[in-house]
């Protein structure tokens, strides 16, 4: 089922281009008729078309929009692509794991080996080559992201949270649910939908710039802003809905590999009871939301509007779907703080 509605969020974006197209198309037409005596006169439509003023230049001037469009979103996953895995790295200022300030933590020598072990035994049953691992350092929520075009490079991003508060299970499900967006190539979907929303940001800025660069194209630049704004919306409700399916799809795929949905619930359950500041990343690279495994802003979104801009679904439906018998209660980290991963035999 997520399949499926996966490809028709994706075919929407093909729609929204053409969409596009035929808005300014007709909003373009309705300007060159004006000198034919006004857009709502029939005589004037006859005339202007007539002359082919009211199919040769706005259908010139629509695909000229639209290639503009196209060759931005290009642009931006070509950057993306250049740089791999290590640009979400580097954009995120994560550590590579076998860092010298990761190493020197309490415990971490303990980490590494036991997130090594992890990160074979879940590559083995993802039938896929050992991504390399990243952490971000400053960051105590519960959360991950896998990154990368393809599956010859590849990253796995996880917080400190996730080293401090999962144990062996858990961790395993975590790293199985990333793994689990390679192999159904979520990754590269991600990127390029983050590149097509990067063309529109850029064409409905060109319409802001030609408003104010050009008094006398004022007609024109309201047009494509408002096309712009109107096909940046679009895009991120066809994004998040993307994404949302997708997680339901990584959650379900990561159970495959462990064979223990209570130890993807519990991982969801941590995250719903960390009561902790939006992330740092969340509030500087909210682009990059739909990546991780949970919202980094907030586990639930109550009102319909910021639901259909969420990138993943409600934390209560994820863990429901794993396990149907919980009781609805997150994890109290005030009675139950133990920081498992750090008290676990990395032989284990």
């Known amino acids: ?92 200022r ?67 949270g996730a080293l401090r508060f999962l144990d062996r299970q858990e961790m395993s499900a975590l790293l199985a649910h990333e793994f689990s967006h390679v192999v159904n190539n979520d990754t590269r979907h991600y990127t390029l939908m983050a590149g097509y929303l990067k063309g529109l940001y850029y064409f409905q800025n060109a319409g802001f710039e030609l408003i104010f660069q050009h008094p006398a194209a004022v007609f024109p630049g309201l047009l494509i802003m408002f096309v712009g704004v109107a096909a940046t919306v ?28 209570s130890a993807l619930a519990r991982v969801l359950m941590k995250i719903g009871g960390q009561d902790l500041p939006p992330s740092r990343f969340a509030r500087k690279l909210s682009e990059l939301n739909h990546f991780f495994l949970a919202q980094p802003k907030k586990p639930e979104t109550p009102s319909s509007w910021k639901a259909l801009l969420s990138s993943h679904p409600p934390l209560a439906g994820r863990i429901w779907a794993l396990v149907p018998n919980w009781d609805g209660w997150y994890w109290d980290f005030a009675k139950k703080p133990s920081d498992y991963f750090l008290d676990q035999d990395p032989s284990a």
Not at 7 to 30: C, D, K
Not at 98 to 111: A, T
Request: proline content about 4%.
């Open 234 to 261: 679009c895009g991120k409700i066809l994004q998040a809905a993307f994404s949302r399916a997708r997680e339901r799809l990584a959650d379900a795929s990561a159970v495959r590999y462990t064979r223990d949905p």
């Open 1 to 92: 089922k997520n399949k499926l509605w996966s490809a028709l969020f994706a075919f929407g974006f093909i729609l929204s281009l053409a969409a596009v197209f035929a808005l300014i198309y007709i909003g373009l037409s309705l300007i060159f008729i004006f000198p034919y005596g006004g857009p709502f006169t029939w005589t004037a439509i006859q005339k202007s078309v007539s002359e082919t003023q009211f199919i040769y230049w706005p259908s010139l001037l629509s695909s000229f929009a639209v290639l503009l469009i196209i060759v931005k979103a290009a642009q931006a996953i070509w950057r993306i692509s250049q740089s791999g895995s290590v640009y979400f790295a580097s954009a995120l």
């Open 94 to 160: 994560a550590v590579p794991l076998g860092d010298d300030s990761l190493i020197d933590s309490p415990g971490g020598r303990r980490q590494e080996k036991m997130l090594r072990n992890i990160v074979g035994e879940m590559a083995v049953a993802a039938s896929i080559s050992e991504p390399d691992i990243y952490v971000l350092l400053n960051e105590d929520k519960i959360n991950a992201m896998a990154v990368g075009l393809h599956k010859d490079d590849l990253a796995v991003i996880l917080t400190r």
